[in-house]
Nanobody, 117 residues
Framework: QVQLVESGGGLVQAGGSLRLSCAPSRKISINTMAWYRQAPGNQRELVASITSGGDTNYTDSVKGRFTISRDNAQNTMYLQMNALKPEDTAVYYC????????????WGQGTQVTVSS
């Protein structure tokens, strides 16, 4: 069984920064990794994604403020969040498309990010 372990959420004032981390519980081959978020009453949305080659993609609302990165040797993914806004408040989930006998999408348990105004 493979689990994704997240860390780094918390409470921050508007304009502040947080860094999220995500890593699998065991060594697996990983293709794309991504961060999603879900605010109360909203659907889960893609925030940013990164391929094994380092190509990145961001939703428009976070461009210029968030940076996704990964350490392939450690199978760890990060999300640096700067200039946070109250509308960034959500539970953030990491996702990894990995090989462990077959290709599957693995999800983290979610970490709460709360931005106060």
């Amino acid at each position: 069984q493979v689990q994704l372990v997240e860390s780094g959420g918390g409470l921050v004032q508007a304009g502040g920064s947080l860094r999220l981390s995500c890593a699998p519980s065991r060594k697996i081959s990983i293709n794309t990794m991504a961060w999603y978020r879900q605010a109360p009453g909203n659907q889960r949305e893609l925030v940013a994604s990164i391929t094994s080659g380092g190509d990145t993609n961001y939703t428009d609302s976070v461009k210029g403020r968030f940076t996704i990165s990964r350490d392939n040797a450690q199978n760890t993914m990060y999300l640096q969040m700067n200039a946070l806004k109250p509308e960034d408040t959500a539970v953030y989930y990491c996702m990894a498309r990995g090989w462990y006998g077959s290709w599957d999408d693995y999800w983290g348990q979610g970490t709460q990010v709360t931005v106060s105004s």
